[in-house]
């Protein structure tokens, strides 16, 4: 699916259409359809906020018919035009746009005329000669070589990676130690890259490596999600570099050999102890080298830094905190698990995938790009819940809102001998939930059979046992024993009971009363 939403964020920011596809992986050409649809439906970024990416696609896109029968331009042509200085592709193709138009011919747009060249250049070892706009990229790389830590138990070296940051522009550049390669480290030095430099450029030049690029291409790279929203965050676009020969980030490439002198070298025959310790004397070790004049030119990288920071962008109010995502399936119970935890959804989602980002503190459920729930990130035991309830059914919201007070005040509504009924259940339960079941069920029975009949079972029932159970009370119910009517007691207290044999003084050899 085509990320309209943030073609349109891109662009807003001044980013090149050549830019945005190679960071969305798409075409040229579906950037620059987009962005004129988008015009001519009066869309512009910031979105409102009820417009989401299906919505988007609906207002944007009709059934579109492809267009074939392009006229192909003299590439060799091109390639000797190219070698003359000042001559561009961006005006090579309007000469060539301008000679169609007059032919009658369909041209190539900027895009396919482009990937053209580029195929016929690549053929002939051909290179292009890159002009580095100020505040426009960031190039970034781990250092080949690496520094060490010395273990303060065993004595043995421990490997720490440098990762080199530098603005082409100015050549100002910033390195930081990592313990290891992996994503945080990753998404942590770039943040504290940005820190360093008290900016943001538009476009940001990685290499093919796991952690910021997924799957390496020349033409559709698949980004780290994690990598792509920390980009996001700070209104930058990763534009991955070339596979195997890394042309677009020459600069960093040359940055990694000369600090690799400067700082892993010239801090070899130190020992360190800890990673602030080493990345504090790395720090001075940087200081130096931006201080360090040119050969060729007036000036510093440092000075000619201060001259390009006016034209970052400027950082957001907070740093990009690190995430990770993953996909899940909601479960019958409306929750999805992640990290042994639960969390809900609503119950409309019910076997449905759907991202899951994880934060420090929070956890975001989305489909289809839309957030559908957050939780407060839950740690301690495994299998706890995060439920809220207008996510449930209103059948189980309600069964959610139950306590013993409401099936007590419940009962009392029916008679005294059930209200005693139901707290003898609840009192002879460990725990309050347990007892929700049997109450529920108890309670039904006055719509079946009546509450006077009910309270008349439960009186029953607790002549027996001072805790009957829901059977024995349905049982009277059913047998019908409630209706039977109670025979008067005898004034002497003694009871008078059916088949019984009263046996006077007279059997026992006492007197007759009157005697």
């Known amino acids: 699916m085509t990320k309209y939403r943030e073609i349109l964020r891109l662009h807003s920011q001044g980013i090149s259409s050549r830019n945005i596809a190679a960071s969305l992986e798409c075409s040229r050409n579906t950037i620059r359809a987009v962005l004129a649809r988008a015009a001519e439906e009066g869309v512009i970024w910031p979105l409102p906020d009820e417009m989401t990416d299906r919505v988007l696609e609906q207002t944007l896109f009709g059934k579109q018919s492809k267009i074939r029968n392009y006229k192909i331009p003299d590439l060799e042509y091109l390639h000797q035009e190219m070698a003359k200085n000042g001559v561009t592709l961006t005006l090579l193709w309007k000469e060539y746009f301008e000679q169609c138009r007059l032919e009658g011919a369909r041209p190539l747009m900027y895009s396919g005329f482009c990937y053209q060249y580029q195929q016929f250049a ?64 990753w998404i942590t030095a770039h943040v504290n890259a940005y820190q360093f430099f008290g900016g943001v450029t538009r476009l940001l030049i990685p290499d093919n490596l796991k952690t910021g690029v997924e799957k390496a291409d020349w033409y559709s790279p698949v980004i780290n999600k994690t990598y792509h929203e920390m980009a996001e965050h700070y209104g930058s676009a990763v534009i991955p570099t070339g596979v195997r020969k890394p042309r677009e980030k020459a600069n960093v490439e040359r940055a990694v050999g000369i600090l690799s002198t400067w700082i892993i070298a010239a801090l070899r025959n130190r020992q360190f102890f800890s990673l602030g310790e080493l990345n504090e004397a790395m720090r001075h070790k940087l200081a130096d080298f931006n201080r360090k004049p040119f050969q060729k030119k007036p000036g510093n990288r440092e000075s000619a830094f201060a001259e390009e920071l006016p034209f970052l962008m400027p950082l957001p109010p907070k740093p990009f905190e690190l995430s ?192």
């Open 122 to 185: 690549a053929r002939h070892k051909a290179t292009l000669h890159i002009e580095h706009k100020p505040g426009e990229r960031l190039e970034v790389d781990w250092a080949g070589d690496t520094a060490s830590l010395t273990d303060n138990i065993s004595g043995k070296p421990i490997p720490v990676y440098v990762f080199v940051a530098i603005l082409p522009c100015s050549g100002y550049a910033y390195a930081e130690g990592f313990l290891s390669q992996a994503l945080e480290s």
């Open 324 to 515: 990770t995502w993953k996909m899940a399936t909601v479960q019958f119970n409306y929750h999805i698990a992640c990290d042994k935890m639960n969390y809900s959804v609503p119950y409309e989602y019910i076997k449905h995938k759907v991202d899951v980002r994880l934060t420090r503190h929070m956890v975001e459920i989305f489909y289809q790009g839309t957030r559908i729930a957050s939780h407060k990130r839950l740690y301690g035991n495994p299998g706890q819940y995060s439920t809220v309830p207008e996510h449930m059914p209103e059948k189980h919201r309600q069964y959610v809102q139950w306590n013993a007070e409401r099936f007590i005040r419940w009962a009392s509504d029916i008679g005294p001998h059930t209200e005693q009924a139901v707290k003898a259940i609840f009192a002879s339960r460990k725990v309050e939930q347990q007892g929700y079941k049997t109450c529920i069920a108890l309670l039904k029975l006055a719509d079946s059979y009546s509450t006077g009949r009910l309270e008349a079972a439960c009186e029953k029932a607790l002549l027996y046992s001072s805790c009957p159970g829901f059977r024995s009370i349905h049982t009277i119910l059913k047998t019908g024993s409630d209706k039977r009517v109670k025979e008067p007691a005898q004034k002497d207290g003694t009871g008078d009971q059916q088949f019984a044999f009263t046996r006077g003084n007279a059997y026992y050899g006492g007197k007759h009363d009157g005697e």
